[in-house]
Structures are given as structure tokens and as C-alpha cells.
């Protein structure tokens, strides 16, 4: 390491391009030798020998191109060992006699040959129906969205163990019934649809909102799920009815997004919807969400990315906070728990509740939800209860809550907001 910090500076910079890179190099390997497994393990190599070589040579003007690279080697030293014989994708098997050029070859072939997008074509192969639905999403999160399984497990309600059991049970059988990395068609896809939707707003959601760590956003996550959304809508037939979902979504993805920039302040400190700047959001994304919720609408579906996008506009046409219509969000969201019943609906609907008929509406809707167990350690329910005793003027109880809050949450910025709102609430 350079006395001058610069070794630790280019580090940095590697592990920066790798974080970028990391699925789509995945996602181009595993096209080639169907093993997620070995993909991963191509892949981490790849990053090893940037850590050895850019330090001296400096990071090249195409990173990725320069990973992938490595990793083809990588994987066609592995390849010529007779343990991986076994395992390599059908159109790079060869007889013994042939040569490495012929085999390199064979994995150019199949790696540069446009099966479609890689990375979907890695989250259509994770959402395959022999996997579970949960499964399926624990995959496509660890493998494509680069989450820990601590994170994916938090986004789920569920343990690290069980999220991690259910990685390695799915990737064995992808492995077992040697699937091709690639987009299906027609019915097929259809199927896997619903699933594949799932993952890619969780990962927005990660980038969104960040589970754990320093950051409150990921704004490079959330961007990638945006760029799969869309690459997703223009694989969809126009007429169909499930592309009325998958526009939702996209709506869904790019509205959100627009205020990403307002979300955090100078310091990176939380700033909620109710306090942020407008003029921050951004007003083509604003508008490419108003398109796309428009498309949906107009096929006559109702789902639930159709309703949550439509949420989602509902503050995007309030030219301030004051002027949200809080009784619309509420009804969208009565309808929604009915479409897509679930704990965490079911708290959304009762903070628009809060806002639309008064703090107490919001606090019966808390005490009337049938699974709170599920929350217990969900670090929104009690932020949402202390918010709602703070608004009626209950500030002793709403501190206890603000205090519970940030003691649940993992991510430090949202944990300091969360202390100054129990700070706030006095002694």
C-alpha cells in the first residue's frame, strides 16, 4: 500500500466498479457455464486479480470489460479440469482433444451470443416455478442485487438462516436441472412474472431505502432496478394484460425515484415526504411514471403495482405537502389490502389513515392489525405509532416509541432521525 494513501484511494475505486459491475458479470457467466455457483466464484477471482493488477496499472478505461475478461480465463482454466467437465454449458462441451483456443472460443460464443439482457435473464432463471416464491426472490436479491443475506432476510420479515438455507437449496437445484440463463417466452414467462416483478422492486426498495448501513440510499440500486424494469416493458407486448403490471411497477419505480436527491439532506439526514424540497424531484422522472401509470391504466388492470403507482402519484401531483389528497391515498390503500393482504399493507393503510382522518383513526388501525407479530421487529411500526402520539399530543408514549424505533433499525441515518423525533418529544 502506497505511504500517500493512493493503494488504499484505487482499492476503494476497484471495489466501487465491482459493486457496479458485479452483477452483470454474473449474469454473463452464468449464460455460459449454468452454475450460479461457479459464476460467483469466476467472478470474486476476477476482483482478486484487479486488486493485484490495477494498483500498478491503474484501473482500465473499461473496468467491465477488463473483469470479464479475467473471468473468461478463469473460467476456461476451470473448464479443462475434469471436476468441472460436468457443469459447463452445452455449447462450450468438447471432446478431450480439442484445443484451449477452441474452448476459449466456444465460451466467447456463448457469452457474446444476445440471448437478451443478462440480468434478466439471471432473474428469470432464479424465478423459475420449480423454486419457491421466496426462494426465488432470496436468490435473484443475493445474486443480482448483491444484498447480504441479513438484508434480504430484514426485507423479508424472516431469520438469516432461513434466508440463507433457502440460497443454497435453490441454487443446487438450478444447478440439478441445468437451466439456461436466459428470458423465456410466452406462457412461460408469464408464469414467472409475478415473482420477477417482486424481485426487481425489492431491489429498488434496498436502494430506496437502505436496510443497514451509513447510507439511506443506494441511488446506483435503485437505478439498476429501474434500467430492468424498463428493459422488461419493451420486452412486453404492448396489448398484453400482464404488461398493464409490469408498467405499474415501472410508474411505481420512477416516481419514487424522482425524489431520491430530497430524501437526504446536506449531511445525508433523513428528510421525510412531508418536509422535503419539490422543486429537488426530479420532474422527468415524474413524468416518464405519469407515462407509464397512463399505458397501464389504459389496459384496464387494476394490480397491485398499478395501485401502489397511483399512490405514488397521488404526492406527485401535490404542488406541496399540505395539498397531498391523504383521503384518496387512503382509499387506494383500503383497496390494495384487499388485493394484496399483508402486515405491512395493512401499516401503510394505517398511516394514511393518520393523515387523512386524524392521528386516533391511525392508532385503531395499529391496534386492529391481526398479525403484528410479524413487525415485531420491524422498525417502521413503532415510527409510525410514535408519530401518531406525537400528533395528538401524547409525547411521553411517543418517545418510548421514537426510542423503540431506533433501536430496531440498522441503518444510522434513519436511526439519528429517529433519536432527534424521541429527542423532540421532550423528558
Known amino acids: 500500500m502506497a505511504a500517500d494513501g493512493t493503494g488504499t484511494e484505487t482499492d476503494r475505486a476497484i471495489e466501487a466498479v465491482f459493486r457496479i459491475e458485479r452483477a452483470r458479470l454474473i449474469g454473463g457467466l452464468a449464460r455460459s ?211 398493464a403490471e409490469v408498467l405499474g411497477l415501472l410508474a411505481l419505480m420512477e416516481i419514487q425515484a424522482s425524489r431520491l436527491e430530497a430524501r437526504t439532506g446536506p449531511d445525508g439526514a433523513l428528510i421525510p415526504i412531508t418536509e422535503q424540497d419539490r422543486a429537488r424531484w426530479d420532474h422527468l422522472l415524474i413524468r416518464r411514471g405519469f407515462d407509464a401509470l397512463a399505458r397501464a391504466e389504459a389496459l384496464g388492470a387494476d394490480g397491485p403495482y398499478v395501485l401502489q403507482a397511483a399512490l405514488a402519484a397521488c404526492h406527485a401531483r401535490a404542488p406541496s405537502a399540505a395539498e397531498t389528497d391523504w383521503p384518496r391515498i387512503a382509499t387506494l390503500y383500503d383497496r390494495l389490502r384487499i388485493m394484496m393482504p399483508s402486515p405491512v399493507v395493512d401499516l401503510n393503510r394505517a398511516v394514511a389513515h393518520s393523515m387523512a382522518f386524524g392521528p386516533d383513526a391511525g392508532l385503531r388501525l395499529l391496534d386492529g392489525i391481526d398479525d403484528l407479530a410479524a413487525l415485531r421487529d420491524y422498525a417502521p411500526l413503532p415510527a409510525a405509532r410514535g408519530d401518531f402520539l406525537f400528533r395528538a399530543g401524547r409525547l411521553a408514549e411517543a418517545r418510548i416509541e421514537f426510542e423503540a424505533a431506533a433501536r430496531l433499525t440498522r441503518n444510522s441515518r434513519e436511526a439519528a432521525f429517529l433519536t432527534a423525533r424521541a429527542q423532540a418529544c421532550g423528558e
Open 33 to 243: 457455464v449454468r452454475n450460479i455457483d461457479l459464476a460467483e466464484e469466476l467472478a470474486q477471482d476476477a476482483l482478486v486479480a484487479a486488486l493485484a493488477e490495477w494498483p500498478r496499472s491503474g484501473v482500465p478505461a473499461n473496468p467491465g470489460a477488463w473483469l470479464m475478461t479475467v473471468a473468461k480465463r478463469r473460467a476456461i482454466d476451470a473448464i479443462r479440469r475434469d471436476r468441472m467437465r460436468e457443469r459447463k454449458h452445452e455449447e462450450i462441451a468438447r471432446t478431450p482433444d480439442e484445443s484451449a483456443d477452441d474452448v476459449a472460443e466456444a465460451i466467447e460464443a456463448a457469452m457474446d451470443d444476445d440471448l437478451g439482457d443478462e440480468l434478466l435473464g439471471l432473474i428469470f432463471t432464479a424465478c423459475h416455478p420449480m423454486l419457491s416464491s421466496s426462494a426465488r426472490v432470496a436468490l435473484t436479491l443475493r445474486v443480482v442485487g448483491g444484498l447480504t443475506t441479513d438484508e434480504i432476510a430484514r426485507a423479508f420479515l424472516s431469520s438469516e438462516p432461513t434466508i440463507a438455507q433457502r440460497i443454497v437449496r435453490a441454487k443446487k437445484a438450478i444447478v440439478k436441472a441445468g437451466l439456461r440463463f436466459e428470458v423465456p417466452r410466452g406462457a412461460e414467462r408469464a408464469a414467472r412474472l409475478p415473482a420477477v416483478l417482486e424481485v426487481i422492486y425489492l431491489i429498488f426498495n434496498e436502494g430506496y431505502a437502505a436496510t443497514a448501513g451509513d447510507d439511506l440510499v443506494r441511488p446506483r440500486l435503485a437505478q439498476e432496478a429501474q434500467r430492468l424494469g424498463r428493459i422488461l416493458a419493451a420486452l412486453m407486448p404492448a396489448d398484453s394484460p400482464d404488461s
